[in-house]
């Protein structure tokens, strides 16, 4: 079975039908060696020829790595790409393989450079690369890192290891151009503050659209922010700036807490105020309301019974009055006999004694 190429459409040969010519190859190599048998058993060249024959025919076969996608070259151009496993190719010189690791994760630094991983690491300062021009006429120093691999798909092993001369370096130099370009469309505080995490997704995406347009077979795992500050020249400005903020942000918060505190409690008071005021204006309403109609019904009561009604009248009254005075109660009999006693000193107001006069003084 004929498969076609890859490029431009020509057919080529399946591993079925290498294996097959590897067979025939054999077969043919059995019948040379029975004909040397049958003249006697004899140093031939044919024998050095088929086992040079055969170990050229096995070295054809390999093994893709877990880790690994085998990208096949006849005559140095791509004709497929192999999964992990065994395989068997056309050997050297007509066909080689080569098998880069699909699952390696590549790490580029930019505006700095680990000089040892330690510990302690450590690194050194890129300057050229760190400084960028924000989207507020500022300057920054903001240092990160790439993380990629070798996208795993059909052909994206053969396009990182052809389409692009130096992948590294177009990896190094799309990340650098795509972190300018978000640089310098964010403002300065959103960089130094909240806003990195939107920085990193923006960033990456960017680097993600340039290599795809590069054809590079690169998929990009992540761009972290390692640091982001102010040029050394002026960092003792910039933090007395961020401190300025900070403060500013912690008065309005207080601020913010106090009126939060405040504004409810005025509420709630102003509102039982208002509904004591509504309760007592209820309470003299219905008071009001019950005594005019308890006067009417005495009015009607009165109407139809004078003596009775005024006698009930004066009865009630003086079961009001009566509780709370002093009295004593005393037939005819016992008034004749008991002895009149007024008690001046209870019903008369107190007087405060006044001090004796200092003999030889003025008041004589």
Known sequence: MLMPDRWDGSPRRSPQESLGQLVDL?????????????????LSP???????????????IYIVGPDQRGVVLRFGRVVGETDPG???????????????????????EIGFHTIEVGPPARYQEVEAEALMLTGDENIV?????????VRADSTGTSDFLFNVRDPEGAVRAAAEAGMREVIGRTAIDQVLTEGKEQVQVEAQHLLQSILDRYGAGIEVVTVKLQDVDPPDQV???????ISAQQDKERLINE??????DVVPRARGQAAQLVNEAEAYRETKVREATGTAQRFTKQQEEYAKAKDVTRRRLYLETMETILPGANKIVMDDLSG????????LESILPRREPTAPAQPGGDGR
């Not at 054999?26 to 004899?42: I, M, T, V, Y």
């Not at 050297?92 to 098998?99: G, N």
């Not at 960092?235 to 700036?241: I, M, N, Q």
């Not at 004749?336 to 008690?343: E, F, I, N, S």
């Open 26 to 42: 054999s077969e043919r190599l059995r019948q040379r060696l029975g004909e040397a048998r049958g003249g006697g058993w004899r």
């Open 46 to 60: 044919w024998w050095f020829a088929g086992a040079l024959l055969v170990v050229w025919a096995l070295s054809g």
């Open 86 to 108: 065994p395989h068997y190719h056309l050997p050297w010189p007509i066909e080689q393989v080569m098998r880069p690791s699909v699952t390696a994760i590549r790490k580029d």
């Open 141 to 149: 120093k903001l240092e990160f890192i790439v993380q990629y691999k």
């Open 235 to 241: 960092s003792d400005a910039f933090k007395d700036v």
């Open 255 to 260: 601020a913010r807490g106090y009126a939060n």
């Open 336 to 343: 004749k006999q008991a002895v009149p006693y007024l008690p």
